[in-house]
């Protein structure tokens, strides 16, 4: 359960890149979570929900693009897409592969609308 | 609309912090280890254990992380070492930061070895770098023998496994094979330890790896 703190980390982030003005026109935070980063996407969007409200970006939306595992296999080279049960290269069956993806908590970007000139 | 492009870790400030507390290990030799693992698989019992079996032979302190209560630190009390509670007031993990502040209160000439025993937990912990040596992961035979499938970022997040409390092994469904064949198929490069906590049993065997590392340390330290 520490998708709160994480969510919390996400908005002191944005604030930091966007002047006052700009965080007042934040409408959406895109980040990156890892399959395999113990994050659960649910929980994260619901921690950013309760975080969020009430500050001046309360109108931003989070979305969250989920990695999936993948591996490199340091016998044959491939890389491929694995289930977090087994990390065994599904090309050759060797045991010695390293993460290569699915491991980020990555802020990606933030969009915000322009300001409507009167 | 505008984008304003970031391409940040969302814990980058995390794991800055964890990398002054690696550069503090690394200028003053001490092999600082993060014990993680649920609640109730004895990472107190067996700091106790460890402690008095490394008693004259390693310089050793200790912060221990807890939700609430000193309690723990008050049970290793009797020993004549530094103990440093922090209390996490609700907050499931030990941050770099907050680990930070302990070692402050420890003497870098008098230690060794530091333990960071985290908040029971076997989720959250895996995702905060505190700037450790290396992850020790504690598996008790009473949760039966599917941990390392349930949790594997734990488990292949860390450099060793102690599977505790062996003795009650008789009074459980525990699979000791299959415990090790789950863990090693998460990790195969996990160091595995087998302990009780009510003999003493397969104590003495983590307690010599622990010292060969420290002095390896060490070593590194003074030859550098």
């Known amino acids: ?118 | 609309m505008s984008i304003k492009t970031i391409e940040r870790k969302v814990l980058q400030k995390n794991d800055e912090v964890a990398n002054q507390n690696r550069s503090f290990f690394d200028k003053q030799g001490i092999f600082a280890l993060n014990l993680v693992s649920s609640p109730g698989s004895g990472k107190t019992s067996l700091l106790e254990w460890t402690l008095k079996e490394l008693e004259g032979r390693v310089k050793t302190a200790v912060v221990i992380g807890d939700v609430q209560t000193s309690l723990d630190a008050e049970r290793l009390s009797s020993f004549d070492l530094p103990i440093i509670q922090l209390v996490t007031n609700g907050s499931c993990h030990l941050e770099a930061a907050l680990v930070k502040d302990a070692l402050a209160d420890i003497n870098p000439e008098e230690t060794e070895l530091l333990f960071i025993e985290n908040v029971g937990n076997l989720v959250c912990p895996s995702s905060f770098d505190l700037g450790e040596e290396m992850k020790v992961v504690i598996s008790s035979t009473v949760e039966g023998d599917d941990k390392p499938l349930k949790y594997p970022a734990m488990f292949r997040n860390s450099k060793v496994l102690i599977i505790n409390k062996t003795d009650l092994l008789p009074y459980t469904n525990c699979d000791l094979d299959q415990l090790r064949t789950n863990a090693l198929k998460i990790n195969p490069d996990l160091t595995i330890f087998e302990t009780s906590c009510v003999s003493g049993e397969g104590v003495d065997d983590w307690c010599n790896w622990l010292e060969k590392q420290v002095m390896e340390k060490t070593w590194k330290n003074v030859s550098a």
């Open chain 1, 1 to 118: 359960m520490h998708e709160l703190s994480i969510a919390k980390n996400i908005i002191r982030i944005a604030g930091e890149h966007l002047s006052p003005d700009e965080q007042a026109l934040l409408t959406k935070i895109r980040v990156r979570i890892g399959k395999f980063s113990t994050i659960v996407p649910d929980l994260l969007q619901s921690g950013f929900e309760a975080a969020v409200d009430g500050t001046a970006m309360e109108n931003a939306k989070l979305e969250i693009t989920v990695i999936p595992l993948r591996v490199q296999c340091n016998s044959c080279g491939e890389v491929s897409e694995i289930e977090p049960v087994d990390f065994t290269c599904p090309v050759c069956c060797s045991n010695d592969v390293d993460v290569v993806e699915g491991n980020e908590i990555m802020i990606e970007n933030l969009e915000i609308t322009e300001p409507i000139n009167h």
